[in-house]
Every structure is written in structure tokens, then in C-alpha cells.
């Protein structure tokens, strides 16, 4: 028998996206997204303040860059989720190596084995102070280190680290239980 608790939103693991963008100057800006994720076949929706400096670069140039964040690189990852790029320049304060992304106008922050270029399709302000996001992803770079034979991503080489929101803290993925879209069939 379940219990009830406090009424609050409970998903785990959220994802540790890392939304680069330009300025209007090309400066380069990073923030960290736990609310975000993949809304269809090619397209990723995040959910930001529209006071971030990142919401006004994409307002600007129309067009981000998603790392996805992992164990080497957590101090980082929080770092531009606890630093507002109005305030500072973020990025070349900790000396991160940025290079423009090749299909659009953002930049991409090489320390991340991973990063999709995306196209804003939309941008709604829900009128409490966040905009929703949607992005198609329309360029894909990973860093030789973590593609398998096939050609995949091999998460186990990646690291990936998710968000967890009730005890405020990044936890690692952990391993392969079973085979999705199979394991299931033993019940059918
Ligand atoms: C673990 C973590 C998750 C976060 N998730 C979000 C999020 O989903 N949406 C959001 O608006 N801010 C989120 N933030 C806060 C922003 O990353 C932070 O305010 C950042 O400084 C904004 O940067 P900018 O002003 O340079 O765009 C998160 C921060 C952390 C540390």
C-alpha cells in the first residue's frame, strides 16, 4: 500500500544538459538544464527562465548547442549551472575550449565528448517567468572515445551524469538490466 507524501514532481534520473549559445557579439555562454529532454525522433524541449542569458541568445540567434555532461566534467557542469553569463564570461574565466559549432550559430564547448546542434523551432513564454523550448537537432559530434564498432554511443565509456532532484545531487548512470522493447514479451 502506497503512502501519500508531500504533492511534488519526482523523475528520476532528469538528464545534465549543457545549452551553449552566442551572444549577438558571439560571445559564447553555457547554462546547466535538468529540465530538458527529448520530446520526438529528432527534437529536444527545455524548460528555462526567460531572464537566463541563455533565453535571450536564443531569442538573438536561434540556435543552441546540448552537451551532455558526465563524471570528468561535473565541477564544470554545475559551475555554468551556479554563474549567471550576466554577470561574467563564464566560459574563459575557467579557460574552456569553444569553437563554433558547424551548422549553426552557437558554440560548442569541446570538454564534452558529446554535443547536438539544434535549430530553435519555438520558444513559448508560459507566463509564470519560464519559456519552453524546442530545439531540432540537426548536426551530431561525439569525441572518438566513446563510439562503439557500430558505431553507437557506448554509454558505459561516456559517463553520463543525471540530476537528482530530491537530495539535490548528480549521481552516475548505472548498468543495463534488460532489453527494451523485449523483456516485456515474456508477459504478453
Ligand atoms: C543541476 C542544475 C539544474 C538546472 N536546471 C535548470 C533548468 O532546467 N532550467 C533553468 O532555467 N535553470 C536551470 N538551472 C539553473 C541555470 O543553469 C543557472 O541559473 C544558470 O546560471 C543560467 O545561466 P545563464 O544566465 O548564463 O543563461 C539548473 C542549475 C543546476 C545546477
Not at 26 to 41: E, I, L, R, Y
Not at 90 to 114: C, D, G, H, M
Request: with cysteine; proline share 4%.
Amino acid at each position: 500500500m502506497l503512502k501519500e507524501i508531500k504533492t511534488r514532481t519526482i523523475i528520476a534520473p532528469h538528464p545534465v544538459l549543457i545549452i551553449g549559445t552566442y551572444d549577438e557579439e558571439k560571445n559564447p555562454d553555457a547554462m546547466n538544464v535538468a529540465w530538458g529532454g527529448q520530446c520526438w525522433s529528432n527534437q529536444i524541449a527545455l524548460n528555462i527562465s526567460t531572464n537566463h542569458k541563455t533565453t535571450e541568445n536564443m531569442h538573438k540567434t536561434g540556435a543552441f548547442t546540448v552537451h551532455i555532461a558526465d563524471e570528468e566534467r561535473v565541477e564544470l557542469a554545475d559551475y555554468v549551472g551556479i554563474t549567471s553569463g550576466h554577470d561574467k564570461s563564464k566560459l574563459s574565466r575557467v579557460n574552456a575550449t569553444v569553437t563554433p559549432a558547424q551548422k549553426v550559430n552557437a558554440p560548442i564547448i569541446e570538454e564534452f565528448s558529446l554535443v547536438m546542434e539544434c535549430k530553435v523551432v519555438s520558444m513559448i513564454e508560459n507566463g509564470d517567468g519560464s519559456t519552453r523550448v524546442v530545439g531540432e537537432v540537426v548536426r551530431t559530434a561525439a569525441d572518438d572515445t566513446i563510439i562503439d564498432e557500430n558505431g553507437k554511443i557506448d554509454y558505459s565509456r561516456l559517463h553520463p551524469i543525471t540530476f537528482d532532484s530530491e537530495s539535490n545531487s548528480y549521481r552516475a548512470l548505472g548498468p543495463i538490466v534488460a532489453k527494451a522493447f523485449s523483456v516485456g514479451k515474456k508477459l504478453q
